[in-house]
């Protein structure tokens, strides 16, 4: 099960995430956020956006949102974001 293990604020609404399987990327959360939602519309704030942590291998925020690792690895590998390390 793939977990995030290590995550940086790398702007206002960006992370690096880092993956247990050694993979890692920037994610935006413009997307997200463009939603406006009752959850995801504190995530446009970069101070609130910058509370962001790890639950469980979970990127999390503390109004309970969360968004799984396997889902943001996909995506992200979808994309062609994810970087892979060298075996």
């Given at each position: 099960m793939i977990k995030i293990v290590r995550l940086a604020v790398t702007g206002p609404t960006s992370l690096s995430l880092a993956f247990s399987d050694g993979s890692h990327a920037t994610w935006c959360a413009d997307d997200l956020i463009a939603r406006d939602?009752?959850?995801?519309?504190?995530?446009?704030?970069?101070?609130?956006?910058?509370?962001?942590?790890?639950?469980?291998?979970?990127?999390?925020?503390?109004?309970?949102?969360?968004?799984?690792?396997?889902?943001?690895?996909?995506r992200l590998a979808e994309s062609g974001a994810l970087i892979r390390s060298a075996a």
């Open positions: 939602t009752v959850m995801t519309r504190p995530l446009g704030d970069a101070g609130y956006f910058a509370r962001a942590f790890i639950e469980g291998g979970a990127l999390a925020w503390p109004n309970g949102f969360e968004l799984s690792a396997a889902s943001l690895h996909r």
